[in-house]
C-alpha cells in the first residue's frame, strides 16, 4: 500500500508503506526499500552509527513539507529510493542496486548537522545540513549515492585516477537520470547537481554538468594531471560529455534553465537524447568498464556500447564519439 508524503523538497508525493507490527504503519516499499531514524547519532567520520528506527506513524500521513517534521526528510528519502529503484528497473532493467530484487535501507538524521550523505556498501545514510535544517535527501543526491552501491556491484571502478572521477561522474549522470525519470513538480529536472539544498549558502548548486568548471573547481576539459584531482573534480569531464551528447554544444535552455556548454576542441555537438546517452552508459559501466578503467577506456567503452545497442543508427555512435572528443579525450 501507499501513504500519503509531504516532503521536503519533493513535496507531496505517495511513498510505498505497509501495516506496522504493534499497530499503525511503517515506511516500506514491497522491494523493501525502508527508512530509519537514527536520532542524530552517528560518527559522520567513519560512517558508523546505529541502524536507526522504522518511521512509523497511525494515520498513513508522513511529515509537513519541513525539516521542523523528523518525517519530512524520510518522505524524500523514501521516494527517492524508490524512484532510483524504479528507474534502474524499468529504464535499465537491473533490479535494484545488487540486482537481486532487494531495496535498501535509508538511514536519515545521520549525526549532528552532517552535510554530507553516504553510500556504505550496504545502505544509504543522510545527514541534516546545515543547523539541522537542510537534510541533504534531495533527489539527484538519493540517485547520486545508490548509483554508487551499482558501480560498486559492476564495474567497481576505484575512487582515485581517471577512474574516481568516472566513478563520481556515474553518480551524478544517474542521479540526474532519476530526476528526469521522476520528473516531480516540486524538484523540477536539470543537469544540476543538489540544487536545492543550497549547500554552498550562495543559491548555488553544488555541481554543473553543462560547464562544470563553473564550479570553481571541477574540470570541464580531461588532461594528464586530472586524476591527480579530487573524484568530485574529475568527474568534470564526464559530466560535460554526458551534457554534450546528450543535448548538445552551445545554449540551451530546459525546463526554465539555461545552459551553454561549450567544447574543449572548438567543434559544435549535436546531441543524440538523454535517454539513449543513459542507456549507453548503463551497458558500457556494467559490461565493459573494470576497476581502474581511465578515460580513454570510457571513450572506448562507450563507443562499443552504442554500437552494440544502435547500430542501425550510426549517427548515435557518432554523437557519442564526438561528445568524447569535444571534453578532449580523442581517438
Ligand atoms: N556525498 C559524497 C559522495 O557520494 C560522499 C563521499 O565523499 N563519498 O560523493
Ligand atoms: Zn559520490
Ligand atoms: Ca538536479
Given at each position: ?11 507531496d508525493?505517495?511513498i ?7 499497530g ?18 552517528g ?20 511529515g509537513?513539507g ?38 535498501a ?23 541534516d ?22 558501480t ?13 572521477g568516472l ?47 563553473k ?12 586524476g ?13 560529455w ?6 548538445g ?17 572548438s ?41 552494440d ?15 568524447f ?7
Amino acid at each position: 500500500q501507499t501513504g500519503d508524503g509531504h516532503g521536503i523538497y519533493v513535496g507531496d508525493v505517495t511513498i510505498g508503506t505497509q501495516a506496522h507490527t504493534g499497530g499503525g504503519y511503517e515506511i516500506r516499499d514491497s522491494h523493501g526499500n525502508y527508512a530509519t531514524d537514527v536520532h542524530n547519532q552517528g560518527d559522520p567520520n567513519t560512517g558508523q552509527g546505529p541502524a536507526g528506527d522504522i518511521f512509523v506513524d497511525s494515520d498513513n500521513v508522513w511529515g509537513n513539507g519541513s525539516y521542523t517534521d523528523r518525517a519530512s526528510a524520510a518522505v524524500d528519502a523514501q521516494y527517492g529510493a524508490e524512484k532510483t529503484y524504479d528507474y534502474y528497473n524499468t529504464v535499465l532493467g537491473r533490479a535494484g542496486i545488487w540486482n537481486n530484487g532487494t531495496g535498501a535501507r535509508s538511514r536519515v538524521h545521520f549525526a549532528n548537522a552532517m552535510q554530507n550523505a553516504f553510500w556504505d556498501g550496504t545502505q544509504m545514510s543522510y545527514g541534516d545540513g546545515a543547523g539541522n535544517a537542510a537534510p541533504l535527501t534531495e533527489l539527484d543526491v538519493a540517485g547520486h549515492e545508490m548509483s554508487h552501491g551499482v558501480t560498486e556491484n559492476t564495474a567497481g571502478l576505484v575512487y582515485s585516477g581517471d577512474a574516481g572521477g568516472l566513478n563520481e561522474a556515474t553518480s551524478d549522470i544517474f542521479g540526474t537520470a532519476v530526476e528526469f525519470y521522476a520528473n516531480n513538480s516540486a524538484d523540477v529536472p536539470d543537469y544540476l547537481i543538489g540544487e536545492e539544498i543550497d549547500l554552498r549558502g550562495n543559491g548555488t548548486p553544488l555541481r554543473y554538468m553543462d560547464k562544470p568548471s563553473k564550479d570553481g573547481a571541477s574540470r570541464d576539459c580531461w588532461s594528464s594531471t586530472l586524476g591527480n584531482l579530487d573524484p568530485h573534480y574529475s568527474s568534470g569531464p564526464l559530466n560535460h560529455w554526458f551534457y554534450l551528447a546528450s543535448e548538445g554544444s552551445g545554449a540551451k535552455t530546459i525546463n526554465g534553465v539555461s545552459y551553454n556548454s561549450p567544447t574543449c576542441n572548438s567543434s559544435t555537438v549535436t546531441g543524440v537524447g538523454r535517454a539513449k546517452v543513459e542507456k549507453i552508459w548503463y551497458r558500457a559501466l556494467s559490461v565493459y568498464l573494470t576497476s581502474n578503467s581511465n578515460y580513454a577506456a570510457a571513450r572506448n567503452a562507450a563507443i562499443k556500447a552504442a554500437n552494440d545497442l544502435y547500430a542501425s543508427d550510426p549517427t548515435v555512435c557518432q554523437g557519442i564519439a564526438a561528445a568524447f572528443s569535444a571534453i578532449s579525450v580523442a581517438a
